[in-house]
């Protein structure tokens, strides 16, 4: 059973006590706020009502005087991101949610402080963006990108200990809070000071790289897929009709660029519009509630005189499956943010339980306010699935609903290695599609743990990986990821399933592939 949070003693973490520092975000004009008395959808909501409720996968701090000393000081530090960003992210929520955008979800399962680099958060861009671009040539549909980045630092575990030697242990909980070192496994509070500067570094670097010149080299010079590489037929063609496009972009980019030409100008706009102008979102799991507590930023509408509470360390954040009681502290602190807030699904949640959730969480009804991250495993979603749906559907709510086809479909290995087959995470994908489409409930997207870098932690993909490479270089700090051949290879694979092509009719003298008889081995 959860344990009632162990709360520090009233913690003034004057989060509703200095001055805004996103006060002229929604208007252009000076609102100095110092205390909120209105909550935006029960009264009796606050940045501190959650700390009555049950708390799971708590992290108790040892020195409450240190822990009160790092809360303060975030606190008092610049928000990570502007009341008017979250504004726009909510657009785009909304816009998901009625089918009129796909949204990729992604980055690391746990961000490490010494990833922190340009080369990481650059790939982890780049990779998002040439999956959306794969994917917008199939969806037709603008791709909406959020990273798993620039906060993802905290773990739910599910075991709080380990015994290594004979000896327990508290787990690794993410780099906001221990250290993989055995001898480092206190929660420490300068981690959260940490993790605040290790984010805001990260987010200025996603900035510097958000114009839409680094955009489109990114995306389109920086393909780094060799196309004649991959062991299907289909997909091999689907590949090179990639390429050509992207190349005729760039011809037409470098063209427009010289001439100032109308008609490329025009194609650029809608492949800039496609791809998204705006930087990416930022997202992580609200684990650590204290820590989300010191972030909240409160401004005044001031058209409507509501007081809105952001939550400025993110534009998205979400629930794990492990913390998403509706009695919890979890959901008590999301329910009164402003921010699109989310909330993982695993196979134990039924359909009232679900409407009841949306009803606490979206007591307006408001479309994308809340998105739904389904990881119910491959083998399970024909069955969890359509009653879900179905209940949503009757209550009015309309979500964003997103496929996590990673976290239902973990396995280890004999050795004793966390990983994922590429087969059942493309197959809970496609059966997930399909069931959104037979119940008239378009999917809206995916969320995916992934990466730019070459890793071997996931196994299967286009040159397929086995269990016995994973040694080669497994460097998550927890859940396997998908390498960027596996993610593009994947984006590929969705791109052609949401086109609904059916390229064997093209490609009558072509061998069937294997891609169209068993998802996620194409080839093999
Ligand atoms: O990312 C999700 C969870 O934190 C993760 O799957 C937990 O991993 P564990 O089962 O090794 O604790
Ligand atoms: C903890 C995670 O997933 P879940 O809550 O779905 O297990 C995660 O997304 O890293
Ligand atoms: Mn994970």
């Given at each position: 059973m959860p344990a009632i949070h162990n709360a520090p003693p009233k913690l003034d973490l004057g989060h509703m006590a200095f001055e805004l520092s996103t006060k002229k975000a929604l208007s252009g004009q000076q609102h100095s706020q110092k205390t909120q008395t209105t909550a935006p959808t029960e009264t009796d909501w606050h940045p501190t009502s959650w700390r009555s409720k049950p708390v799971t996968q708590d992290i108790v701090y040892p020195d409450q005087g240190a822990l009160f000393k790092a809360l303060s000081k975030i606190s008092h530090l610049p928000s990570l991101v502007s009341a008017g960003e979250i504004e726009r992210a909510r657009e785009d929520y909304a816009r998901g949610a009625r089918g009129e955008a796909f949204f990729l979800h992604g980055g690391d399962c746990a961000e490490a402080f010494n990833e922190c680099t340009e080369d990481h958060i650059s790939a982890q861009l780049r990779i998002l963006l040439q999956m959306s671009f794969i994917i917008f040539m199939g969806a037709k549909t603008p791709v909406v990108r959020v990273g798993r980045i620039a906060g993802q630092y905290a773990k739910p575990r599910s075991k709080l200990t380990e015994v290594v030697d004979g000896k327990e242990y508290p787990s690794f909980r993410g780099d906001s809070v221990n250290g993989m070192d055995l001898t480092d496994r206190q929660p420490d509070p300068d981690r959260l000071v940490s993790a605040y500067f290790h984010s805001s570094t990260t987010i200025n670097y996603l900035r510097s790289l958000s114009s839409e010149q680094q955009?489109?080299?990114?995306?389109?010079?920086?393909?780094?897929?060799?196309?004649?590489?991959?062991?299907?037929?289909?997909?091999?063609?689907?590949?090179?009709?990639?390429?050509?496009?992207?190349?005729?972009?760039?011809?037409?980019?470098?063209?427009?660029?010289?001439?100032?030409?109308?008609?490329?100008?025009?194609?650029?706009?809608?492949?800039?519009?496609?791809?998204?102008?705006?930087?990416?979102?930022?997202?992580?799991?609200?684990?650590?509630?204290?820590?989300?507590?010191?972030?909240?930023?409160?401004?005044?509408?001031?058209?409507?005189?509501?007081?809105?509470?952001?939550?400025?360390?993110?534009?998205?954040?979400?629930?794990?499956?492990?913390?998403?009681?509706?009695?919890?502290?979890?959901?008590?602190?999301?329910?009164?943010?402003?921010?699109?807030?989310?909330?993982?699904?695993?196979?134990?949640?039924?359909?009232?339980?679900?409407?009841?959730?949306?009803?606490?969480?979206?007591?307006?009804?408001?479309?994308?306010?809340?998105?739904?991250?389904?990881?119910?495993?491959?083998?399970?979603?024909?069955?969890?699935?359509?009653?879900?749906?179905?209940?949503?559907?009757?209550?009015?709510?309309?979500?964003?609903?997103?496929?996590?086809?990673?976290?239902?479909?973990?396995?280890?290995?004999?050795?004793?290695?966390?990983?994922?087959?590429?087969?059942?995470?493309?197959?809970?994908?496609?059966?997930?599609?399909?069931?959104?489409?037979?119940?008239?409930?378009?999917?809206?997207?995916?969320?995916?743990?992934?990466?730019?870098?070459?890793?071997?932690?996931?196994?299967?993909?286009?040159?397929?990986?086995?269990?016995?490479?994973?040694?080669?270089?497994?460097?998550?700090?927890?859940?396997?990821?998908l390498s960027a051949e596996q993610s593009l290879h994947l984006a590929l694979l969705v791109s052609r399933r949401l086109e609904g092509d059916n390229l064997h009719a093209h490609l009558s003298s072509a061998p069937v592939s294997a891609a169209s008889s068993a998802p996620g081995s194409p080839g093999k």
């Open positions: 955009l489109l080299d990114a995306a389109i010079k920086e393909l780094d897929f060799d196309a004649d590489s991959i062991d299907s037929e289909i997909l091999r063609v689907k590949a090179h009709q990639v390429h050509s496009r992207i190349e005729d972009a760039l011809l037409l980019y470098a063209s427009s660029a010289r001439n100032g030409d109308k008609a490329s100008s025009r194609t650029l706009d809608h492949l800039s519009r496609a791809m998204g102008s705006e930087m990416l979102w930022t997202s992580h799991e609200a684990l650590n509630l204290s820590l989300e507590e010191a972030s909240v930023r409160s401004v005044v509408d001031p058209v409507t005189g509501a007081t809105h509470h952001y939550d400025s360390s993110a534009h998205m954040i979400w629930t794990g499956e492990r913390t998403r009681q509706l009695e919890g502290g979890h959901i008590e602190f999301m329910r009164g943010l402003r921010n699109p807030i989310g909330c993982k699904i695993g196979p134990t949640m039924q359909p009232d339980e679900l409407v009841a959730l949306l009803n606490k969480l979206d007591p307006d009804y408001q479309d994308g306010r809340v998105t739904l991250i389904t990881r119910l495993g491959v083998d399970k979603v024909d069955r969890f699935l359509p009653p879900l749906i179905d209940a949503v559907q009757a209550s009015g709510h309309r979500p964003l609903w997103l496929c996590d086809p990673c976290h239902g479909n973990g396995k280890t290995t004999a050795t004793g290695i966390k990983t994922r087959d590429f087969a059942d995470i493309f197959g809970e994908i496609e059966k997930s599609i399909s069931v959104h489409n037979a119940m008239h409930n378009p999917l809206g997207g995916l969320h995916l743990e992934l990466t730019g870098d070459k890793v071997t932690e996931c196994t299967g993909g286009c040159i397929p990986l086995g269990e016995d490479q994973l040694g080669s270089a497994y460097k998550t700090l927890c859940d396997p990821r």
